[in-house]
């Protein structure tokens, strides 16, 4: 990505905070422009991604977000990884003309839900109808149907199940009309 575009995003970013304080809508709106123009590969219209959520912009077009999801607050998404770099140097293969970086995409499924404060590393793909759980670190293939907590992520239930449990226990709210 060339720095005119790198500035031209940065800005675009800082800009997109200032209409989450005047409206939601015209922030969901035009948080979903900025993303295609980054790059990142929408693959449906996600329902929320927090305004804070760290992409990875060394290759945005490595991330694909589906249709329904939530990214919530403080999440990082990576698709870079230079610890390759000091493996290299380890075993004095590095080159000392290049730097050397894993780069991998990230998948993230229809209808997910991705906590706050979460780490998705370069190469995970997470399934549709997932549920990433609070400060998780995610890395690999999350099958769909999962619910995923802790470091490193391991599932614990599936989607299906837990949600029925939440239904029969009567722990939910209904919220606001839905957005169309």
């Not at 304080?21 to 948080?31: F, G, H, P, T």
């Amino acid at each position: 990505m060339n720095k005119l575009k790198k500035i031209r995003l940065v800005l675009e970013k800082k800009l997109l905070g200032l209409k989450y304080v005047i409206s939601e809508k015209w922030y969901i709106r035009s948080s979903l422009k900025y993303l295609r123009h980054a790059g990142v590969n929408l693959t449906g219209k996600p329902k929320f991604i927090a305004r804070d959520v760290k992409f990875d912009m060394t290759d945005p077009s490595k991330i694909s977000i589906g249709e329904g999801s939530v990214i919530t607050s403080r999440v990082t998404i990576l698709c870079h990884d230079y610890s390759i770099e000091c493996g290299l140097v380890t075993i004095g293969e590095e080159d000392p003309e290049y730097e050397s970086v894993f780069l991998r995409e990230v998948t993230i499924g229809n209808n997910c839900f991705i906590g706050q404060g979460s780490f998705i590393k370069p190469g995970t793909v997470i399934g549709d109808n997932c549920i990433i759980g609070a400060a998780s670190v995610v890395g690999g293939v999350i099958p769909p149907d999962s619910v995923v907590i802790g470091n490193p992520a391991q599932v614990v239930a599936k989607t299906s199940e837990w949600a029925k449990k939440k239904v029969e226990a009567h722990q939910y709210l209904k919220g606001s009309k839905r957005r169309k």
